[in-house]
């Protein structure tokens, strides 16, 4: 058995993959849209006050440039595997061919606690911004609707509600989601244009002084870090979501050609834009008055652009939306492939006759993400996400290493260059961000792993179908 255990996935090419019954729709720039989607959201519009402020001061620059390269060179790797292994999709289905089920199911484990505890928290992020805009037009929502228990309110019910709709839209079908989806990236870059077109003519350089206030790293008394490395680790969640362009292989047109350009031509163009946005903003107003949830939006109100804030407001809502969307599609094709494959129950591998789309698993895991969207504040869901999304990244970066040396011949139609160093330099970076991480994060981490070892050991390594 534990032989078995350890057995590597064959590895299919979209060639010669059985068809699973998901329908191949998605193009080059579909996916494109779909890593910009996802990336493009609660970072920059949330996150980047809340690290300016509390971590990195105006070096958050510094932070995102940072993370934008230890997510460079993990991205590096996941295209080489997309574009080699484009049948299987996603960290799961690389870490099966590299190094055997038992790893396979720890990385697809973690990838839930990634993609569903993000869809939670960026719900929380858009109902404060929904709430806002009701706030501005006389129809604010009673504050017991808007908070979760914690916070003294009943529920998040804005949070809860966005995704139940999403959920309908998954359901309808991949094809629809995608049109959705870019209709509102669109929308989200016209936002940024407008943020850029205002602040740039209203930089005040003596707000970049000093520039790394916390310096570049600290541990405080009471366990939480500060300091430019820290408020990389933090504002790591802005790039969560061009990983989940390699979910899609399996409802890409052409894997092995699409997969790759989505992935690379996301996290280029949104870490140019995070870089210039987080710049204009330490620049526009003192770093110190970003601490608040909708940080774009107040930077703009205490300068005086009352227009361009609601403006901002309308669009980080849609933002927001389109990061739910990608993430949401992420995970069920995740709980799709690893039930397909024996792993879960095979409940979540029906596909609907006439969506083409694996309903049981969008509506499980919408009525589950809801309920925590509704109860659970985001500070307690964000912490989570970040650990889990790092640890993908290094076992990607190792994978691709690993098959270099085991499946030399396997057609590589994209290469990562200098090869082993980026692979290397991925598996160091990522390792280095969970480093600065939280104690407290690192125990929930644990636990969540421990959880996932029992339900292993209890169900999948007797129902696998590799072992079988």
Request: with cysteine; net charge neutral; aromatic share 12%.
């Amino acid at each position: 058995m534990t032989l078995q255990i350890f057995r590597t996935k064959p590895i299919q090419t979209s060639e010669d993959s059985v068809d699973q019954g998901l329908k191949r729709c998605l193009s080059a720039w579909d996916l494109a849209f779909l890593g910009i989607g996802a990336i493009i959201g609660t970072g920059i519009f949330v996150l980047t006050g809340i690290a300016a402020a509390t971590q990195a001061g105006p070096a958050v620059v510094l932070s995102f440039i940072i993370a934008g390269i230890a997510c460079a060179f993990a991205a590096l790797s996941y295209a080489e595997l997309s574009a080699a292994i484009g049948g299987c999709g996603s960290a799961y289905g690389y870490s099966y061919a590299a190094f055997g089920e038992l790893c396979a199911f720890i990385i697809g484990w973690d990838l839930l606690l990634e993609y569903g505890i993000s869809v939670a928290a960026v719900a929380n992020g858009w109902s404060g911004y929904f709430n806002n805009a009701l706030t501005a037009i006389g129809f604010p929502l009673p504050e017991a609707l808007t908070k979760a228990p914690k916070l003294g309110g009943l529920i998040n019910l804005p949070a809860t509600v966005i995704i139940l709709l999403l959920m309908g839209l998954l359901i309808m079908g991949v094809k629809q989601s995608a049109k959705a989806n870019n209709a509102m990236v669109f929308v989200k870059l016209i936002t940024i244009s407008i943020f850029i077109g205002v602040a740039m003519f209203n930089v005040h350089p003596e707000n970049w002084h000093p520039f790394m206030p916390f310096g570049w790293f600290e541990t405080l008394p009471d366990g939480k870090t500060t300091g430019v490395l820290a408020g990389a680790s933090l504002v790591f969640f802005a790039y969560v979501g061009f990983d989940a362009v390699s979910t899609a292989a399996e409802e890409a047109q052409n894997p092995q050609r699409d997969l790759p350009f989505g992935i690379i031509t996301s996290l280029l163009f949104c870490t140019f834009v995070y870089i210039v946005v987080a710049g204009l903003l330490t620049g526009v107003v003192n770093y110190k008055d970003l601490n608040v949830s909708s940080p774009v939006a107040h930077a703009l109100t205490l300068i005086g652009f009352d227009w361009a804030s609601a403006l901002i407001s309308t669009g980080v809502i849609a933002g927001l939306t389109t990061v739910m969307l990608v993430l949401y599609y992420g995970l069920t094709r995740i709980i799709f492939a690893m039930s397909r494959d024996g792993l879960l129950s095979p409940f979540f591998s029906q596909v609907h006759t006439t969506t083409q789309t694996p309903v049981r698993a969008i509506v499980v895991c919408g009525i589950f993400m809801a309920l925590i969207a509704g109860f659970i504040p985001l500070g307690d869901l964000a912490e989570l996400v970040n650990i889990g999304t790092l640890a993908a990244f290094v076992l990607v970066c190792f994978g691709a290493l690993v098959l270099r040396i085991t499946k030399p011949d396997l057609p590589r139609p994209f290469r990562t260059p200098f090869s082993p160093l980026f692979p290397a330099l991925g598996m160091l970076s990522c390792g280095a961000l969970m480093a600065f991480l939280p104690s407290l994060t690192w125990l929930r981490f644990v636990i969540w792993l421990t959880i996932g070892l029992i339900v292993y050991f209890a169900y999948s390594i007797h129902n696998s179908k590799l072992v079988k």
